[in-house]
T-cell receptor
Framework: NAGVTQTPKFQVLKTGQSMTLQCAQD?????MYWYRQDPGMGLRLIYYSASEGTTDKGEVPNGYNVSRLNKREFSLRLESAAPSQTSVYFC????????????FGPGTRLTVT | DQQVKQNSPSLSVQEGRISILNCDYTNSMFDYFLWYKKYPAEGPTFLISISSIKDKNEDGRFTVFLNKSAKHLSLHIVPSQPGDSAVYFCAASASLGFQKLVFGTGTRLLVSP
C-alpha cells in the first residue's frame, strides 16, 4: 500500500515548455487535490476532483489544467510554463464522506527558468 | 485575503518543555480544523483535528484548543521532543459544500535538546 505517489520528484523546465505532473493513490479514495506550496504562502489549492469524472477550480487555477483519468489517477498539466509556476506541488486524496483528513504525496519540486 | 493565519513563522523550544502553536481564522463558516506536520522533502501528514462542537481534543502529547468566539485555535505539544521539529500547518474547512481545506502559512518549530 504505497498511499499517494507523485512523479517526477524534481523537474526543471524552460519558460514556455509544457509538462504533466502525475499523481496516483491506491487507497480507493474518491476525492483528489492538487496544491502548490510557496515560501510564506502555505499550501494553496489549484484544482480538485470530488469524484471520478469531475474536476473543479481551486484558489489558484490559472495556467494549469487537470485530468481525472480514473479513480486512482489525477494529473496536473502546465501547458506553457512560467517562472511564477516555480513551486513545490503536492497531490492529496481523501474519502469525502467520512473525513476531512487528506493524505498527501511526497511532492514534486518544479523550477521554471 | 488570508482566511487562516499563522502569525508566528518560527518557534524555538527546549526539549521537554511545552510548544504552543497558534492559528487564527476569519471565516465564521469554518467548522472543522486540522493540524498537519511537514518534514523537509516530504508531504504534510495529518496530526490532529477538532470539530467546532468541541473546544478541546487530545491525542497523546498533542492537544488542540478551539476558541470559537475569538476565532482562534492552538496546538500544544507536551513534552516537546527533537523529533517534533518540523513545519506545522493549521487548516480549516466548512462542512457546507465540498470539503476543501484552507491552509495557514505554517510555523517552523525547532526543538533543541
Amino acid at each position: 500500500n504505497a498511499g499517494v505517489t507523485q512523479t517526477p520528484k524534481f523537474q526543471v523546465l524552460k519558460t514556455g515548455q509544457s509538462m504533466t505532473l502525475q499523481c496516483a493513490q491506491d487507497m480507493n479514495h474518491n476525492s483528489m487535490y492538487w496544491y502548490r506550496q510557496d515560501p510564506g504562502m502555505g499550501l494553496r489549492l489549484i484544482y480538485y476532483s470530488a469524484s471520478e469524472g469531475t474536476t473543479d477550480k481551486g484558489e489558484v487555477p490559472n495556467g494549469y489544467n487537470v485530468s481525472r483519468l480514473n479513480k486512482r489517477e489525477f494529473s496536473l498539466r502546465l501547458e506553457s510554463a512560467a517562472p511564477s509556476q516555480t513551486s513545490v506541488y503536492f497531490c492529496a486524496s481523501t474519502l469525502p464522506d467520512s473525513s476531512y483528513e487528506q493524505y498527501f504525496g511526497p511532492g514534486t519540486r518544479l523550477t521554471v527558468t | 485575503d488570508q482566511q487562516v493565519k499563522q502569525n508566528s513563522p518560527s518557534l524555538s523550544v527546549q526539549e521537554g518543555r511545552i510548544s504552543i502553536l497558534n492559528c487564527d481564522y476569519t471565516n465564521s463558516m469554518f467548522d472543522y480544523f486540522l493540524w498537519y506536520k511537514k518534514y523537509p522533502a516530504e508531504g504534510p501528514t495529518f496530526l490532529i483535528s477538532i470539530s467546532s462542537i468541541k473546544d478541546k481534543n487530545e491525542d497523546g502529547r498533542f492537544t488542540v484548543f478551539l476558541n470559537k468566539s475569538a476565532k482562534h485555535l492552538s496546538l500544544h505539544i507536551v513534552p516537546s521532543q527533537p523529533g517534533d521539529s518540523a513545519v506545522y500547518f493549521c487548516a480549516a474547512s466548512a462542512s457546507l459544500g465540498f470539503q476543501k481545506l484552507v491552509f495557514g502559512t505554517g510555523t517552523r518549530l525547532l526543538v533543541s535538546p
